[in-house]
Structures are given as structure tokens and as C-alpha cells.
């Protein structure tokens, strides 16, 4: 059984920065595709970032790009997402997620895996 662990959330100013971390047990990262969601209170989950599997490829909501990095560790089985210049409507839970195709991911279709999340607060 794969699991997916979120680490790195906490509070934060607008303008500021976190690095999210996501460890995966269970089998290697490097069989998945992964990527990033986050859902605000009140709001549906959307996807936020996408990495392939050998972190070739990346893709990025429109609203988080030149402000995210997506990135992956496959050696220590673990991925990322950096996030710099954080707005107070960046605020959320934000989730890891693994699944078979890149695509999967941006789709949010069919996702594998999901992680408990991690809650992310910036204030203004």
C-alpha cells in the first residue's frame, strides 16, 4: 500500500515563502506521476501543480505560475512545492497526490493516492 505524507504547511505572511514535502512509502516515487492540490474552506479541491515521473516534465495551474515550484526527489522518494510570494488566497489545505500518468494528475481524474494533507495559512 502506498502512502503519501504531507509535511511543511503552517502560517505565514502574504508575501512570504514555504516548502511543502511530500514522502512516499510503500513503493518507489519514482513509479508515479505526482502533483499538488489544494482545497480552500467552502471551496471544491483543485489541482494546483504536476510533475512526471522522472521530473522531465512539469505543469502548473495558471494561477500559481512564476510563484510554485514542483520538483521531486527520487532517490529519497519525496516531492515538493516550493511556494514563494504567498497571498492570502493561496490559503488552504494543501494535498499530495500520485497517479499513473501526468495527465491523470491535471485532470484530478482517477487520482491513486492521496495524502492527509497539509494546511497551509497566509495572512495579510
Known amino acids: 500500500q502506498v502512502q503519501l505524507v504531507e509535511s511543511g504547511g503552517g502560517l505565514v505572511q502574504a508575501g512570504g515563502s514555504l516548502r511543502l514535502s511530500c514522502a512516499v512509502s510503500?513503493?518507489?516515487?519514482?513509479?508515479?506521476?505526482m502533483g499538488w492540490f489544494r482545497q480552500a474552506p467552502g471551496r471544491a479541491r483543485e489541482y494546483v501543480a504536476a510533475i512526471s515521473m522522472n521530473g522531465g516534465n512539469r505543469y502548473y495551474q495558471d494561477f500559481v505560475k512564476d510563484r510554485f515550484t514542483i520538483s521531486r526527489d527520487n532517490a529519497m522518494n519525496t516531492v515538493y512545492l516550493q511556494m514563494d510570494s504567498l497571498q492570502p488566497e493561496d490559503t488552504a489545505i494543501y494535498f499530495c497526490a500520485a497517479a499513473l500518468s501526468t495527465m491523470t494528475i491535471v485532470t484530478g481524474r482517477s487520482i491513486d493516492y492521496w495524502g492527509q494533507g497539509t494546511l497551509v495559512t497566509v495572512s495579510s
Open positions: 510503500g513503493r518507489a516515487s519514482s513509479s508515479y506521476a
